[in-house]
Each structure stands twice: as C-alpha cells, then as structure tokens.
C-alpha cells in the first residue's frame, strides 16, 4: 500500500518541488494551498495526487480539510508543514501591524493548526503514528536585516518542532525540521543578483537548486518509525552563514 503525505504550500516554490518528488517516489500527495489552480497544476494529472486547496491560517478549514484528507485515504502517514510568507524588509519600526499579524496568520499559526490536525489523526489511526517535517529556515539560527517578523516565526518553528517530537513520542509521531538556506526558487532568486548583507552591503549570494530539498524531505520523510532527522540543514555551501559569511 502506498504511503502518503500532506504537502501544504504545495502551490508553488519548495512546497511544489517536493510534491512532485513524493509523486516521482509512488507516494499518494495531498496538494494543500489556497489557489486551486496552482495546485492542479503541480499535481499536472498524476492520480496519486489530492488537491485540497484551504487557508492553513483558518481552523475551520484546517480541520475540514485533514478530514477530507484522511476519509479519503483512511489514514494520514506524513504531513509536510511547508506553506509561509514573508514581510517586505525593513527596521521594526517600519514595519505595519497588518504585515506582522497577516504572516503570523500562515508561519506560525498555520503551522501549528497543520501539525494540530495532523497530529490528532495520527494519534487516533489504527496503526498508530506518522511523521510531521516542519519547514524552519536558516531564520531559525540567524536573522537578515530587517526581517523581524519572518526571523520571529522561524525560531517559533523550532519550538514547535521541539514540543511536537515530546508529545507525539507516547504515539509513535515523529517530528523534525528542515531548515533551507537560499534553495532556488521564485522567491529566492532576488538572492543571487544582490541581497542586504549585515554590513550593510548589497551582495549576490549563492544559491542551489530546489530538488536538493525535496531530495532531503523524500530522505526524512521514507525513514522507518524507530529514526527521525530532529533538525537538518540544507543550504547553497558558499551562502553566507556559516562564520562571518
């Protein structure tokens, strides 16, 4: 029987990438996102995918669409809580009220009320377990310039992956994190013509291709239920980060 997965953010960017990994491997995908038609286009026809398009930022349909997700299958093996925003950057200060909330909505309580409705199924599913990967970023170690609402949400992340792998361990749910740095993608790709740097500098940095995510999602994701990748980082090797960049 084919394992499954649910991919929020699955519309576009990481989130598409690795649906269509899962879908390359024989994995059932449930497509998660709020635009339908992005969605279809991922799933481009393959009958192991479900398109479910819902807000992650709305209970109501958080709930609503785990348990399309789950009658339809039966059960829910893994959940890949990808789907986030970013804020334009600029000082705190400069930074609106709408902004902070209107991302706060999808990074932080969209990835609890993803793992909430994941985690429930899998704790009540007959066998038992699963496994939730949570989409961190290097923002969850280390800040750019003017990106204190996305930085905030990311170490948000890491606490949530934490406090999901202690609670989930009586229930056979294992919970870990990737965290991306600069993967190739439509929002990326301003990093390798020139990004704010913390001396202030506009510089390029160097990016890597998006199937080295998927590839590694793929990896945590195909583990048997005695292994887990905790935190892994996946990243272009010469992105400043490591040291002083």
């Known amino acids: 029987m084919a394992q499954n997965i649910v991919i929020t953010g699955a519309g576009s960017g990481i989130g598409r990438a690795c649906a269509q990994a899962f879908l390359g491997a024989g994995w059932q995908v449930a497509l998660v996102g709020r635009r339908e038609e992005t969605l279809r286009d991922t799933a ?7 398109v479910v398009p819902f807000d992650v930022s709305q209970p ?8 399309q997700i789950a009658d339809t299958w039966g059960r829910i093996d893994a959940l890949f809580n990808n789907a986030g925003i970013f804020t334009p950057g600029a000082p705190i200060d400069e930074i609106p009220v709408a902004d902070w909330t209107a991302l706060c909505g999808v990074n932080i309580t969209g ?14 599913q007959a066998p038992q377990g699963g496994r939730i990967i949570n989409n961190g970023s290097i923002s ?3 800040p750019r310039p003017g990106s204190a ?20 361990r009586p229930f056979g749910i294992a919970c870990g994190q990737i ?10 790709a301003p ?21 080295h995510v998927a590839s590694t999602v793929l990896h945590m994701a195909s583990l048997p239920p005695e292994a887990n990748v905790q935190f892994v ?13």
């Open 179 to 188: 965290d991306v740095g600069n993967a190739l993608t439509e929002m990326a």
């Open 191 to 211: 990093m390798a013509k020139g990004v704010k740097q913390a001396d202030g500098r506009i510089a390029p940095e160097a990016v890597m291709d998006v199937a």
């Open 111 to 124: 990835m609890f009320l993803c793992a909430r409705a994941a985690f429930g199924q899998m704790r009540r």
């Open 149 to 168: 609402p996305y930085t905030m949400s990311k170490h948000a992340v890491s606490g949530l992956t934490r406090s999901v792998s202690l609670d989930g």
């Open 44 to 50: 481009n026809g393959d009958p192991g995918a479900l």
């Open 233 to 245: 980082t996946v990243m272009a090797t010469t992105m400043p980060f490591v040291g002083r960049g």
């Open 140 to 142: 969850a170690h280390v």
């Open 60 to 67: 109501a349909e958080v709930e609503a669409g785990f348990a």
